[in-house]
């Protein structure tokens, strides 16, 4: 952050009185209540309401934007966890299964966070319409696991879609093509929040449309606002009026975050009678992992620190793998009804990341945002669990991409398994350089995709192809 923001933060940590602070403050937020109304003007009356919710949450962001000063945690209060508040996914996977699994599994619901586009890859449109295996898209698979779960155990859990602005209209029109599956399909979106100018810190839109040029004017505000626009769409109480009792909620680019039924019977059968409200999947760090969230105790809470809340003195110690030995998945079982209890009594507490952009134009621009992982703290009993590594197989990149279409995986009814032709349990390290970096391009420059059942490492730089019946073996 540079000019009058970091100028502003920087007064607020040295200015005299709190009086002065509090005068520079009371001016910012009239100057942005002043514009947004003037956006809210130009809404349409079919968008009036939305836009309202949408710019209310925005304005509280703000505020508390405005409040704090500097790194968010105090490095002197970070802890490590206790022993048991953090559980080897082997303690949970030995109390097996309840003989009754479709009783448990009628009380899920699956939610993936939908919100992003495949521009990184090159592509244009939603994320989770790339094709990943066998032409299957990160759509598709989700679907095949879901309705794999509900012809097996004759159940039915819905899956949910956390849309955005930038993916909702291609990401319903092609639900259609799901419309005799045996998956009950939901979307509903997350907000939209206005990019506020680097230098005055006001809105750079001046009225509500974000088609043309003005789509630079907005953005989705990151996962964390599952939360309040998930309650607010009304869908939360539908589905607890339905029975539903707890979210899975992950990433659509994380091919290994599927239904994982220990997991949900320990949630639903606790050994001590007590529910936890909110379970986070971390699992262990290896060096490509240093920069990941990961979870201490800090003031007797369970909390996640990301590496943009350290404070610069300690980023190599927060990176460090052997006192911050995990990371978080972003794999998350959330209990609805301490949802709505915590959205109602607005309770939920996450830390504001603070995202710069400079737009194609050369604007400089922030983005306020939070992370879905970051409201741990607000909810009771939470619980880590230690899982495998193969429940963390995202997909951001073509090298990524690599690794899941070769033979070092196998396919069925939606899930990536590792083959058991793989001799050693780890994924080789794989780079791609800038010649692949998008899909198409990547595509044109494999005949076939190679055998990497005995590949280690692959780095790869220039103009390269791979032909037809490539074995990898490095």
């Given at each position: 952050?540079?000019?009058?923001?970091?100028?502003?933060?920087k007064?607020?940590?040295?200015?005299g009185?709190?009086?002065?602070?509090?005068?520079?403050?009371?001016?910012?937020?009239?100057?942005?209540?002043v514009?947004?109304?003037?956006?809210?003007?130009?809404?349409?009356?079919?968008?009036?309401?939305?836009?309202?919710?949408?710019?209310?949450?925005?304005?509280?962001l703000?505020?508390?934007?405005?409040?704090?000063?500097?790194?968010?945690?105090?490095?002197?209060?970070?802890?490590r966890p206790?022993?048991?508040?953090?559980?080897?996914?082997?303690?949970?996977?030995?109390?097996?299964?309840?003989?009754?699994?479709?009783?448990?599994?009628?009380?899920?619901?699956?939610?993936?966070?939908?919100?992003?586009?495949?521009?990184?890859?090159?592509?244009?449109?939603?994320k989770?319409?790339?094709?990943?295996?066998?032409?299957?898209?990160?759509?598709?698979?989700?679907?095949?696991?879901?309705?794999?779960?509900?012809?097996?155990?004759?159940?039915?859990?819905?899956?949910?879609?956390?849309?955005?602005?930038?993916?909702?209209?291609?990401?319903?029109?092609?639900?259609?093509?799901?419309?005799?599956?045996?998956?009950?399909?939901?979307?509903?979106?997350?907000?939209?929040?206005?990019?506020?100018?680097?230098?005055?810190?006001?809105?750079?839109a001046?009225?509500v449309?974000?088609?043309?040029?003005?789509?630079?004017?907005?953005?989705?505000?990151?996962?964390?606002?599952?939360?309040?626009?998930?309650?607010?769409?009304?869908?939360?109480?539908?589905?607890?009026?339905?029975?539903?009792?707890?979210?899975?909620?992950?990433n659509?680019?994380?091919?290994g975050?599927t239904?994982?039924?220990?997991?949900?019977?320990?949630?639903?059968?606790?050994?001590?009678?007590?529910?936890?409200?909110?379970?986070?999947?971390?699992?262990?760090?290896?060096?490509?992992?240093?920069?990941?969230?990961?979870l201490?105790?800090?003031?007797?809470?369970?909390?996640?620190?990301?590496?943009?809340?350290?404070p610069?003195?300690?980023?190599?110690?927060?990176?460090?793998?052997?006192?911050?030995?995990?990371?978080?998945?972003?794999?998350?079982?959330?209990?609805?009804?301490?949802?709505?209890?915590?959205?109602?009594?607005?309770?939920?507490?996450?830390?504001?990341?603070?995202n710069?952009?400079t737009?194609?134009?050369?604007?400089?621009?922030?983005?306020?945002?939070?992370?879905?992982?970051?409201?741990?703290?607000?909810?009771?009993?939470?619980?880590?669990?230690?899982?495998?590594?193969?429940?963390?197989?995202p997909?951001?990149?073509?090298?990524?991409?690599?690794?899941?279409?070769?033979?070092?995986?196998?396919?069925?009814?939606?899930?990536?398994?590792?083959?058991?032709?793989r001799?050693?349990?780890?994924?080789?390290?794989?780079?791609?350089?800038?010649?692949?970096?998008?899909?198409?391009?990547?595509?044109?420059?494999?005949?076939?995709?190679?055998?990497?059942?005995?590949?280690?490492?692959?780095?790869?730089?220039?103009?390269?192809?791979?032909?037809?019946?490539?074995?990898?073996?490095?």
């Amino acid at each position: 952050m540079s000019s009058f923001a970091q100028d502003f933060r920087k007064a607020m940590s040295q200015a005299g009185t709190s009086q002065f602070q509090e005068v520079i403050r009371q001016e910012l937020e009239y100057s942005m209540k002043v514009e947004l109304d003037k956006i809210l003007s130009t809404a349409p009356s079919n968008e009036l309401e939305h836009t309202k919710k949408d710019l209310e949450g925005f304005k509280k962001l703000f505020h508390r934007f405005l409040q704090e000063k500097g790194p968010s945690v105090d490095w002197g209060k970070i802890q490590r966890p206790p022993e048991d508040s953090i559980q080897p996914y082997e303690k949970i996977k030995a109390r097996g299964l309840p003989d009754n699994i479709a009783s448990v599994l009628n009380k899920l619901v699956v939610v993936k966070l939908n919100g992003g586009l495949g521009t990184s890859m090159g592509c244009k449109g939603p994320k989770s319409l790339i094709g990943v295996r066998n032409e299957n898209t990160f759509l598709d698979l989700t679907v095949q696991q879901i309705e794999h779960l509900n012809k097996t155990y004759n159940t039915d859990v819905p899956l949910v879609l956390m849309n955005s602005f930038n993916t909702d209209e291609d990401t319903k029109k092609i639900l259609q093509k799901y419309s005799h599956s045996r998956v009950k399909i939901y979307t509903f979106n997350q907000s939209r929040y206005p990019r506020i100018n680097k230098e005055t810190l006001l809105p750079i839109a001046k009225d509500v449309s974000y088609s043309g040029e003005n789509t630079e004017c907005w953005y989705p505000p990151g996962h964390g606002d599952i939360y309040a626009s998930f309650y607010n769409s009304g869908l939360l109480d539908n589905l607890i009026g339905e029975g539903k009792e707890y979210i899975f909620v992950s990433n659509i680019d994380n091919l290994g975050a599927t239904v994982d039924l220990y997991i949900l019977n320990h949630l639903m059968n606790p050994p001590n009678g007590k529910r936890c409200e909110f379970v986070m999947e971390v699992t262990n760090k290896t060096r490509a992992d240093v920069k990941g969230g990961t979870l201490t105790q800090y003031e007797n809470k369970l909390r996640l620190v990301e590496i943009a809340q350290v404070p610069k003195a300690h980023v190599d110690e927060f990176k460090s793998v052997s006192k911050f030995k995990i990371f978080n998945t972003n794999n998350l079982w959330i209990a609805l009804s301490a949802i709505k209890r915590l959205q109602e009594k607005n309770a939920i507490d996450m830390e504001i990341i603070v995202n710069p952009k400079t737009l194609d134009g050369g604007l400089n621009v922030i983005q306020l945002e939070t992370a879905v992982g970051a409201a741990i703290k607000s909810f009771e009993n939470s619980l880590g669990i230690n899982v495998p590594r193969s429940r963390f197989l995202p997909v951001k990149t073509t090298s990524d991409l690599l690794l899941v279409m070769s033979n070092l995986y196998s396919l069925n009814a939606g899930s990536l398994t590792m083959s058991e032709k793989r001799e050693f349990p780890t994924v080789p390290l794989v780079k791609l350089g800038s010649s692949f970096t998008k899909v198409q391009d990547y595509l044109r420059r494999f005949e076939s995709i190679p055998d990497m059942l005995e590949l280690d490492h692959l780095t790869v730089s220039g103009d390269v192809t791979f032909g037809k019946n490539v074995s990898l073996k490095l």
